[in-house]
DNA sequence: CAGTTTAAGTTCCCTCAGGGAACCCCAATT
DNA sequence: AATTGGGGTTCCCTGAGGGAACTTAAACTG
């Protein structure tokens, strides 16, 4: 084996890194919940091969992430989200939420969000399930579940 | 250049990618989360190329998310989150919901969170950081920022 | 005091994955 | 008849990841 495999790993964070942990997959997420749908938007859009587009969106598919389906009598296609696809959108406005807070600069974020209940620009916040208030790193501990090796 | 590089997109999660999106760099992170702090620890736990370790513990370091202290006077070193890699753990919360709820399988989660503010088992969900309500993909509208290249 | 252990890398070679460009197929348009 | 457009596939080349051995320097071990 050349490529580490993680999906083998009693792990959360390894298991959804082999789904969307190789480079270019959270962007081509991006772009498809963004409407870039189809095969030479999204290739036109990040300036990826061809043939690592091929292959990403290959494994999305396989993994249920996204659903590949014909727009068109000729063979053209388009990718869309899946509900499994859609809740890993969350991760990826985790990831926006921190690139802006460290990474973004002096020209500020590149894009703003418009929490549709509120009409506020808005940035997500965690909070814990159970009681609502904040759940950050510092706020948990972390113990063996039924799924671990032990 | 080879890898294509990330951190020149004005997109928060490319940046974001460039600084934590290499193979093995978020599970690095979730064992200094957990309490692996030195670079032998972390290789046996993951089973990581020494190589690559090393690079990445650089990278991490280089981009404030590590911070990397002696803890002897012989050449040993600790590595620990600073409060920028602190703030990365969220993504990790989150990335450990979605692989939970959807790759889990039968055995049920690997680890356990327990909230310290409530003492319940749970995990972390997404709300606007203005009005408080639930915050996922389809809840915003998404506008160009005062970071956009246009 | 010679030999071994430990931590934290470094060096080496080998294979495979990513980049880039060209090519392919097939239907519709000019 | 020739061109265009969509969605790939094929090719070669370079560089990144895996794995194992080597290094350094201090500290135990007998």
Redo the contacts with the bound molecule.
């Keep these: 084996?050349?490529?580490?495999n993680f999906g083998e790993m009693a792990c959360s964070i390894a298991r959804t890194l082999d789904v969307i942990g190789?480079?270019?997959s959270p962007l081509i997420l991006r772009d498809v919940w963004v409407g870039f749908s189809?095969?030479?938007?999204i290739q036109a859009d990040l300036?990826?091969?061809?043939?690592?587009l091929?292959?990403r969106?290959n494994h999305l598919v396989d993994n249920g992430v996204l659903a590949?389906t014909p727009?068109d009598?000729?063979?053209?296609?388009?990718y869309h989200l899946t509900t499994k696809g859609t809740e890993l959108i969350d991760l990826l406005m985790v990831m926006v939420g921190w690139g802006d807070r460290w990474l973004a600069g002096e020209a500020g974020p590149p894009v703003l969000y418009r929490h549709r209940a509120c009409g506020e620009i808005a940035n997500v916040d965690l909070r814990c399930d159970h009681c609502g208030e904040p759940m950050h790193a510092s706020d948990v501990e972390v113990l063996p579940g039924p799924g671990s090796v032990g």
């Design positions: 084996m050349q490529r580490t190789e480079p270019w189809r095969f030479d938007q300036g990826i091969s061809r043939k690592v091929t292959e969106l590949r727009y009598e000729r063979p053209r296609y388009e």
